[in-house]
């Protein structure tokens, strides 16, 4: 198998860095294709992480479970409303436990007769960067397994510069391991499905890319990074290029998310 890159940036907000400012005139095409792939599948993990952390938080906060997490920094207000419950989660700039800085609020709301979960952040920002956009997680059925699905129709990280992600996600996933205990750490969850449209800005440039999900891929909340997926790929396509794959690891928490050719 032949591989384009070896190593992804995770979990870090980049917005207007390296990716995708480069320009240099001694660049090969086959260079220039390889930068732009490594851009867009970096956007990608850095979309994905960022929703597994609001599905934890849709998970979690019903429970008031927050020692020992990043919700240890926030203060976590309920309100009853006529549709069930709104909660509010408010960052003051704290430096959290997992050594992220968050400042804004997150307003969910909690309907008691679907159980859906809706999430919208208010001027909400994960170190620096602004993250926007209506996210809805929907209680379902998929192949007798109860899932949890994902809709996102307008999400948006933004830098301060302009730059930005857009995109729009439907999701499915389920509680794969760990579901009779209360303890965090042995919780495992899995990606059934997934499809994604990103539009992203670097320094003036627009890239349009889709993506979705090739095989199930797994989170697995015992490894420090515990949003990052550790199993599984996805395929993504630049508009102008082709196919391209993001293969996740073994399911193993040190394994380094790669780009492929081939699944």
């Known amino acids: 198998m032949r591989l384009l890159k070896t190593l992804l940036l995770t979990g870090i907000f980049f917005l207007g860095l390296a990716c995708n400012k480069k320009n240099d005139l001694t660049e090969t095409p086959q260079e220039a294709a390889q930068r732009a792939d490594l851009y867009v599948a970096t956007a990608f993990l850095s979309v994905e992480t960022v929703m597994n952390e609001l599905e934890f938080i849709a998970r979690q906060v019903p429970q008031m479970d927050i020692d020992g997490n990043f919700l240890s920094c926030a203060t976590i207000n309920r309100l009853p409303v006529p549709q069930g419950e709104k909660v509010e989660i408010t ?16 307003i969910l709301t909690y ?15 994960i170190r620096g960067t602004r993250i926007s956009g209506n996210y809805m997680f929907e209680p379902g059925t998929s192949e007798n397994k109860p899932v949890l699905k994902l809709v996102v129709p307008d999400g948006a990280f933004t830098a301060d510069n302009g730059d930005y992600y857009h995109f729009s ?11 009779s205990t209360v303890a965090i750490n042995d919780d495992v969850f899995e990606t059934l499905q997934a499809s994604y449209n990103f539009e992203l800005k670097s320094a003036g440039a627009v890239t349009l890319m889709q993506a979705g999900s090739y095989t ?27 196919d391209r794959y993001i293969l996740f690891g073994n399911g193993n928490c040190n394994d380094l998310a790669k780009i492929s050719e081939t699944p």
């Not at 960052?91 to 997150?106: A, E, H, I, P, V």
């Not at 996600?169 to 509680?175: L, M, V």
């Not at 199930?216 to 082709?242: A, L, M, N, Q, W």
Request: proline share 6%; hydrophobic share 20%.
């Open 91 to 106: 960052f003051n700039s704290n430096t959290c436990d997992d050594q992220t800085t968050r400042s804004g609020k997150l």
């Open 111 to 125: 309907e008691q007769a679907t159980q859906n979960v809706f999430i919208n952040p208010v001027d909400y920002r």
């Open 169 to 179: 996600i439907e999701r499915t996933s389920h509680f794969k391991e760990g579901s």
């Open 216 to 242: 199930p891929y797994i989170i697995k909340y015992s490894c420090p990074d515990k949003f990052r997926p550790r199993s599984g790929k996805v395929k993504f396509e630049r508009v102008t290029g082709t």
